[in-house]
């Protein structure tokens, strides 16, 4: 079945530096991924949905680049800020109603 | 907007316990999901349901119930709780399955065993 990597478990940048990180899927029919961000305490919360026919999405500091041939999806918060410190999950789908998620990255935006 | 409620937010038990958490989700959706999250081991589903009084097993079942009475509840039992577990368990829901829609998080229902 469908597999996720996510690398680093850990990442600690200055603020104003950028934050990369990398999710390695397996299953080459996997078309919709995910990245969420969860603060202490809480849920987590949606930041991107990617769909494979689209390569380079763009939200609000961060951009999602997705490599179809390596079957790599990519974070990068450009310019991270201490409120970005949290975790980050990716997630891709398997078969109907199910997502495998990666296991998490650590961020800490120091300033 | 919708908001999805778990409760308790935090549950402690014995060896052996029963327990029951609980969640409730206003967005009117059709899935709901059960996860276990430990630490440096991500997400991991314990049970899903697409629908109401459906229930389907997850990759670590194992241990647990579910239940979907109703559209807007989904409860999980822990059988019999093991000693010295604790993990965070979210509840989440979507429009239709994961494959098309974003989940939506409960804010988590922390579980530790004496």
């Known amino acids: 079945g469908e597999q996720v990597e996510q690398r680093p478990p850990h990442l600690s940048v200055r603020e104003g530096d950028s934050a990369v990180i990398i999710c390695t899927y397996t299953?080459?029919?996997?078309?919709?991924f995910f990245w969420y961000k969860q603060e202490p305490g809480a849920g987590l919360q949606l930041l991107m949905k990617v769909f494979s026919s689209t390569e380079i999405n763009e939200g609000q500091g961060f951009t999602v680049l997705l490599n179809k041939k390596d079957k790599q999806l990519s974070l990068n918060l450009t310019a991270a800020h201490p409120g970005d410190s949290a975790v980050y999950f990716c997630?891709?789908?398997?078969?109907?109603?199910?997502?495998?998620f990666g296991k998490g990255t650590h961020l800490h935006v120091l300033p | 907007g919708g908001i999805i409620t778990q409760t308790p937010k935090f549950l402690i038990g014995q060896e052996g316990q029963k327990l029951t958490l609980k969640c409730q989700q206003n967005?009117?959706?059709?899935?709901m999901y059960w996860y276990r999250q430990d630490s440096g081991k991500g997400l991991r589903l314990i049970y899903y349901s697409i629908t109401e009084n459906d229930l389907q097993k997850g990759d670590l079942s194992e241990g647990y119930d579910a239940s979907r009475e109703k559209k807007s509840s989904f409860s999980l039992t822990v059988t019999s709780a093991q000693k010295n577990e604790m993990a965070v368990f979210l509840c989440?829901?979507?429009?239709?399955?994961?494959?098309?829609?974003?989940?939506?998080f409960g804010p988590g229902t922390r579980l530790t065993v004496l």
């Open positions: 989440a829901s979507s429009m239709r399955g994961a494959h098309y829609a974003e989940q939506f």
């Open positions: 997630a891709a789908d398997t078969n109907a109603y199910k997502v495998i």
């Open positions: 299953d080459p029919n996997s078309y919709y």
């Open positions: 967005f009117n959706h059709d899935t």
